[in-house]
């Protein structure tokens, strides 16, 4: 019975995953990706972990003549996509105003933009939130979240979500553990609760620092 | 906040399977270990469903238990986080059984039902 007047109301069983429209669109830029042999890596973090920096790094060093493109996920302004850009490589905004996250759809959009050739790489950066980007799937191939050693070595286990869906765990900003009362396995022994199979590379974005093992892991992805 | 989006995704999914029919409740499964809050889409349930023919439905909320098995030693374990430590073995390598779920189970639909007062239709 309606609860609301009292009517007969009709049952109907829908048996349904709430998000089970974000899945089919992460599912199809999942194929889009494959069909272009394109590798897209999915980069997660608080904010201010430094996902741009390492981004700008990246796009330095990754030689060998791999093309990449970014897609660039913020609540607001363009300040991401115009850093990126000043490397010399090409970079679509999205804004998501209110939103906290970047969905399947956004992403979509954005690929079609930025348009990017076959064998290429296409990075994107999520907004940075540690929460609410874990449960959308975009149809990226791997997803790595960046975790600064200035936030604190118990960060995994606050945030199980996001660093139990992780391929790849980077731990940035190491240059400056001389300074911090970081502890190194703490942090491993933490992150190993929520996720026994994520590799974790200790880098820092500025100094270059552990950026070749970072190179050769995105090389192993293509 | 995704429960927001989580929300927005739940009428979206409703409305697109049964149209303009009035909806008069609606249940869902939310997991305990689904990562979203039952308290935070209840809150936004009301907003989201305005203007919609789900405006005004008794919301019914479903949140299994967690369950958890350990890949170790076998055992099963109920846990209401995902930090799943075994408590026989110690071990971390556990497999949830559930309390992930995130589903629309069912909608009551009533063609004859009022809509509430002030809504549009
Ligand atoms: N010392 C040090 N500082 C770093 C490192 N990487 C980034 N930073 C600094 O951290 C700050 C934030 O870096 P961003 O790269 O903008 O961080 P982000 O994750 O892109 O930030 P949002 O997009 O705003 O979420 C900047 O001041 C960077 O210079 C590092 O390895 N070491
Ligand atoms: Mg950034
Ligand atoms: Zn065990």
């Known amino acids: 019975m309606c609860a609301t007047c009292g009517c007969s109301g009709v049952t109907v069983e829908l048996e349904q995953r709430v998000l089970a429209h974000n899945d089919d669109l992460a599912h199809r830029n999942r194929e889009w990706f494959a069909e272009r042999e394109v590798l897209a890596v999915n980069l997660m973090s608080s904010p201010g972990a430094g996902k741009t920096t390492l981004l700008e790094r990246t796009i330095r060093d990754l030689d060998g003549g791999v093309t990449v493109s970014v897609v660039e996920g913020d609540q607001e302004t363009a300040f991401d996509a115009e850093r990126i850009r000043a490397t010399g490589c090409r970079a679509v905004q999205i804004n998501t105003g209110a939103g906290c996250h970047l969905d399947a759809a956004m992403l979509a959009r954005a690929v079609h933009e930025l348009d990017p050739p076959t064998r290429s790489v296409v990075f994107v950066e999520n907004v940075g939130n540690l929460v609410c980007p874990a449960l959308f799937d975009l149809g990226e191939s791997y997803r790595v979240v960046i975790m600064s050693a200035t936030e604190g070595e118990d960060k995994p286990l606050k945030y199980p979500h996001m660093f139990g869906t992780a391929d790849v765990v980077v731990l940035n900003k190491v240059d400056l553990l001389p300074h911090l009362d970081f502890a190194v396995d703490t942090f491993v022994r933490s992150l190993r609760q929520v996720n026994q199979r994520a590799e974790i590379l200790p880098l820092s974005a500025t100094t270059g620092a552990g950026i070749d093992a970072w190179c050769g892991q995105l090389r192993d992805w293509m | ?121």
């Open chain 2, 1 to 121: 906040m995704h429960e927001l989006a989580v929300t927005q995704a739940i009428i979206d999914a409703i409305t697109e399977k049964t149209g303009e029919a009035r909806i008069c409740s609606v249940r869902l499964e939310i997991g305990v270990l689904s990562g979203v809050l039952v308290d935070a889409v209840r809150f936004c349930f009301d907003l989201v469903a305005e203007g919609t023919p789900v405006e005004g439905a008794v919301l019914v909320v479903d949140e299994p238990p967690g369950r958890v098995r350990c890949r170790d030693c076998d055992e099963v374990f109920g846990a209401d986080h995902l930090i799943l430590l075994c408590p026989a073995c110690g071990s971390a390598h556990a497999e949830v059984l559930s309390g992930r779920e995130l589903l629309i189970k069912s909608v009551e639909v009533s063609p004859a039902c009022a809509p509430p007062a002030g809504a549009p239709g």
